[in-house]
């Protein structure tokens, strides 16, 4: 587990800008019950969570006509419960983190997993995003 010093800043790029916190498993259910459309940002201590991952969810849903009903996140290695609640809803994708998930009335529709985000810039991150968010979103 990553020390609280470390992570809460980074906690914080995304809760600043509008994410809802997920700590627990039982918040993972309840958010996922919900009606509607759900981003869930699983956050990272990596670089590619820094340069990419963060920025590019940001801009997306800063910047997109249609937008996610809720937007939340859960920290890898850190919010250990959150994390593997969210990762059971994931099968049949491996464990990844950083990754962002679309939901849909409790259903996946779409992820973006690790290898998705290595390596490209945050402004392709959230080109993708906002497609899927035009896709599924109203």
Known sequence: MYPAEIVLPMKAELTDGGFEE?????AVEETLQKSGTTLVVINSVCGCAAGSCRPGVLMAVNNAT????????????FDIDAVQAVRAHLLPYPPSSP?????????????VERHQIEGRP???????LISVFNEHCS
């Open 22 to 26: 997920m700590t627990s498993a039982a």
């Open 66 to 77: 249609k937008r996610p009903d809720q937007i939340t996140t859960t920290f890898a290695g």
């Open 99 to 111: 990754a962002i998930a679309l939901f849909k009335d409790g259903q996946l529709v779409n992820m």
């Open 122 to 128: 945050a402004q392709v991150i959230a080109q993708h």
